[in-house]
């Protein structure tokens, strides 16, 4: 009977134990959950708009060197391709070859300016591969990089005069200046590519954005 007594007590001080250990693992639980879906929604933000948001820009330049009016429908450019987690996913592995050369130091300042023209090539063509994308925008820098240093540089004044007036001078002016300067630089770029035969080059075949359709 004792041995009974006893068994019993310990079953119960066991059992009260782990009702005390339930509510804190149920506070680990509701502090867990939130942080990881803030996570996932910042990394979609990050990943589907921000950074898709560059290929959109590079496609709506690209068009409005020829058309001078553009459809708001293009804003959602990704979306109409259906190609946005490709998309998505080029900009992805562009970011995390960028990060591995960030290790480097001087690796990442270099490796920016090659992978320069990722945006430009995704936005031509939505179906390429995010290698492929890679390597033709390394294949098209190579001679060029140094070229858009100086050019990144000259818009040095226009950076500050930016931080000066709280970004007011880029949204009235500078920043789409900017935009279109390095679309040109783009279209320069990728003209000498198709000149010269680049490996890859014939991977950019949309005419539409350097002719106008007929109407």
Same mark, same amino acid.
């Given at each position: 009977?004792?041995?009974?007594?006893?068994?019993?007590?310990?079953?119960?001080?066991?059992?009260?134990?782990?009702?005390?250990?339930?509510?804190?693992?149920?506070?680990?639980?509701?502090?867990?959950?939130?942080?990881?879906?803030?996570?996932?929604?910042?990394?979609?933000?990050?990943?589907?708009?921000?950074?898709?948001?560059?290929?959109?820009?590079?496609?709506?330049? #690209?068009?409005?060197?020829?058309?001078?009016?553009?459809?708001?429908?293009?804003?959602?450019?990704?979306?109409?391709?259906?190609?946005?987690?490709?998309?998505?996913?080029?900009?992805?592995?562009?970011?995390?070859?960028?990060? #591995?050369?960030?290790?480097?130091?001087?690796?990442?300042?270099?490796?920016?300016?090659?992978?320069?023209?990722?945006?430009?090539?995704?936005?031509?063509?939505?179906?390429?591969?995010?290698?492929?994308?890679?390597?033709?925008?390394?294949?098209?820098?190579?001679?060029?990089?140094?070229?858009?240093?100086?050019?990144?540089?000259?818009?040095?004044?226009?950076?500050?005069?930016? #931080?000066?007036?709280?970004?007011?001078?880029?949204?009235?002016?500078?920043?789409?200046?900017?935009?279109?300067?390095?679309?040109?630089?783009?279209?320069?770029?990728?003209?000498?590519?198709?000149?010269?035969?680049?490996?890859?080059?014939?991977?950019?075949?949309?005419?539409?954005?350097?002719?106008?359709?007929?109407?």
């Amino acid at each position: 009977g004792i041995g009974m007594v006893k068994g019993s007590r310990k079953k119960e001080r066991g059992w009260t134990v782990s009702v005390e250990r339930g509510p804190k693992e149920l506070r680990g639980v509701s502090i867990a959950v939130p942080v990881i879906l803030s996570l996932a929604v910042y990394i979609f933000v990050w990943l589907f708009i921000q950074e898709t948001y560059r290929i959109v820009m590079a496609r709506m330049l #690209l068009e409005g060197r020829s058309y001078n009016k553009l459809p708001a429908s293009r804003f959602f450019y990704p979306i109409h391709t259906r190609k946005w987690p490709r998309m998505a996913w080029t900009m992805f592995v562009e970011n995390v070859f960028l990060f #591995l050369w960030s290790l480097t130091i001087v690796g990442f300042f270099i490796k920016q300016y090659s992978y320069r023209m990722v945006p430009y090539i995704v936005a031509e063509n939505p179906n390429i591969e995010a290698l492929d994308a890679i390597r033709l925008s390394r294949r098209m820098m190579k001679g060029h990089k140094w070229e858009c240093f100086v050019a990144d540089c000259s818009f040095l004044g226009w950076y500050l005069l930016n #931080l000066i007036t709280f970004g007011l001078s880029g949204i009235f002016y500078s920043n789409g200046y900017n935009a279109a300067f390095f679309a040109e630089y783009y279209v320069y770029v990728r003209s000498m590519a198709k000149t010269t035969g680049i490996a890859g080059s014939e991977m950019l075949n949309d005419e539409y954005l350097y002719f106008k359709a007929d109407p």
